[in-house]
């Protein structure tokens, strides 16, 4: 990771983060010649998608699987198209349970493949066969209208829309619970099916179908790890940038954006150095993109609607090295998430009330060390624990001895939580460290701590999301908070922020060899 040297060159554009959507963003640009500097305030590059070393273990935080990486998956095209998938090795996720659902002691093992996951269920819930087939069938058809939509959103084609999509336009302003409640009469299916949840954080009956729609359609598949940690993929883009004459720097916190006659000019730095460029991408949620980096003046209408937004819930993580046999007591590379009871409901309908006192209801644990083994000595484990938590218990704290014991608190309500999928692990620790919704703020800048940027409600995804262009000439924004959430979504901002401030018709235009960004929808 090289620094960029101070002075007065002229950038083509500057990206704000190094997320996943700044990086991306940033590659399709230089791939395309331009001259690009993204800006990091962090010392570790990835936002979300960065590794540390803590201990002799390796962890990274934001990064627990990703989809679409089979031959012809979405995210795999992407990541071939700009030229990243040689600098890249995936290690694939137990295919017979990518995913482990541990509901009210019962467990449920989720396949790769859509037929496999749908055939389990049918086979442990025979009596839901027909409510199950009704459920698939409003789901796979929203998918699909989804994946046709972005032609049909443009005139004339628009007035195509009740004949070629028919299941968003019925069900484009529902939940998740509204399909749950229409379709499945067993208690402990509907928990079954809303187990992945924890990928928004949102209640079934808060979470827009749509977005939710999408995110389980990313993993039909199967889920897949970098090899190497999460720090790969910023590696393989810094690689590609730095061969194009394009730089990454750390350490460098953007204060301002530059803005002259209606169109920016660059950004200022914390301690007043400012640096030129034609165009910015802003890879920062929109309020602080529209709170602190762009002059109110030119953004007066965005600024309320980022304060009107809701952000989703922060994460909690616990960092964990152990000694246990896992592999030996039958643990392997999928993730495992516990609920205490088939509430899944309950279980984040509670996160904004819950008090220091309550215990977890959910979590989601994976065996690091499992996907990859270079992420611990040998005879070791790693593992990352996450949970939701509200942002008010943490607002205006100072990192002091009252810090420490909600730290430690915290700390111990997941351990008894993790107890729970693995007995004793509390009693078998090498490293144990707690990352509070302050640490998400201090390492990623996120707001209050939400790692998925705005929450995924019906009014805030689609057409009501934050546009990726900015409200002065040469501002491009992306992001969780725009076109969706987590590693893909962001990173297919990022590619679409880019085409946007190329003026091309499509964003394959940047991809080579041209590829569908989305592929249909599996069967």
């Not at 998918?143 to 019925?170: C, T, Y």
């Not at 999408?214 to 883009?237: E, L, S, T, V």
């Not at 980022?306 to 000694?323: K, L």
Request: with cysteine; hydrophobic share 40%.
């Amino acid at each position: 990771m090289s620094e960029v040297p101070k002075g007065a060159m002229h950038w083509d554009t500057i990206v704000v983060g190094s997320g996943p959507g700044g990086l991306m963003a940033a590659v399709a640009l230089a791939r395309e010649g331009q001259k690009v500097l993204v800006l990091e305030q962090h010392y570790l590059p990835g936002g979300w998608a960065h590794s540390f070393n803590l201990g002799g273990y390796r962890f990274s935080p934001g990064i627990h699987y990703l989809g679409e990486l089979q031959p012809g998956g979405t995210l795999r095209s992407m990541l071939d198209g700009l030229g990243l998938m040689g600098s890249l090795e995936f290690e694939q996720l137990n295919p017979d349970g990518f995913d482990h659902y541990l509901i009210g002691g019962e467990r449920f093992d989720h396949p790769g493949g859509l037929d496999k996951w749908v055939a389990r269920l049918k086979a442990r819930f025979p009596a839901q066969t027909l409510n199950l087939d009704r459920y698939f069938s409003v789901f796979k058809g929203v998918i699909n209208d989804i994946k046709r939509s972005a032609e049909l959103l443009q005139f004339p084609q628009v007035l195509a829309l009740p004949f070629r999509a028919p299941s968003l336009l019925r069900w484009g302003f529902s939940t998740l619970g509204a399909l749950l409640d229409k379709t499945i009469t067993d208690p402990l299916l509907k928990a079954v099916l809303a187990a992945q949840c924890g990928n928004h954080g949102l209640a079934p009956s808060r979470v827009a179908l749509p977005a939710h729609a999408m995110m389980q359609d990313h993993y039909f598949n199967g889920g897949w790890y970098p090899r190497g940690g999460a720090k790969a993929i910023p590696k393989a883009c810094i690689e590609q940038l730095r061969a194009r004459g394009s730089r990454v720097r750390v350490r460098a916190r953007v204060e301002k954006i530059l803005v002259e006659n209606g169109r920016t000019t660059g950004v200022e730095l914390e301690g007043g150095e400012r640096l030129r460029a034609g165009h910015v991408i802003c890879n920062a949620d929109p309020a602080v993109v529209y709170g602190k980096l762009l002059d109110s003046k030119y953004c007066a209408r965005q600024q309320r609607k980022a304060e009107r937004m809701e952000y989703s819930p922060p994460i909690a993580s616990a960092f964990v090295a152990t000694d246990l046999p896992l592999e030996e007591m039958g643990f392997d590379s999928g993730n495992y998430w516990w609920y205490r009871d088939a509430d899944v409901e309950g279980a984040y309908s509670r996160v904004a009330s819950q008090t220091p006192e309550d215990p977890v209801d959910c979590m989601f644990l994976t065996v690091t060390s499992l996907k990859d083994k270079s992420h611990a000595p040998r005879g070791e484990h790693t593992l990352e624990l996450l949970s939701f938590v509200p942002w008010r218990q943490y607002e205006g704290v100072n990192r002091d001895a009252q810090y420490a014991a909600m730290k430690k608190n915290l700390g111990e309500k997941m351990l008894a939580a993790a107890d729970q999928v693995i007995p004793n692990l509390s009693k078998h620790l090498k490293l144990f460290e707690v990352g509070t919704p302050m640490t998400n703020v201090h390492f990623c800048n996120v707001w209050k701590g939400a790692a998925y940027g705005t929450a995924k409600t019906p009014f805030q995804v689609g057409p009501f999301s934050f546009s990726q262009r900015g409200p002065v000439e040469g501002l491009f924004l992306c992001g969780a908070s725009t076109l969706s959430h987590g590693f893909a979504g962001a990173a297919f901002s990022g590619v679409i922020a880019a085409q946007q401030l190329l003026g091309l018709q499509r964003p394959e235009a940047l991809l080579e060899p041209h590829l569908p960004l989305f592929a249909p929808a599996h069967a």
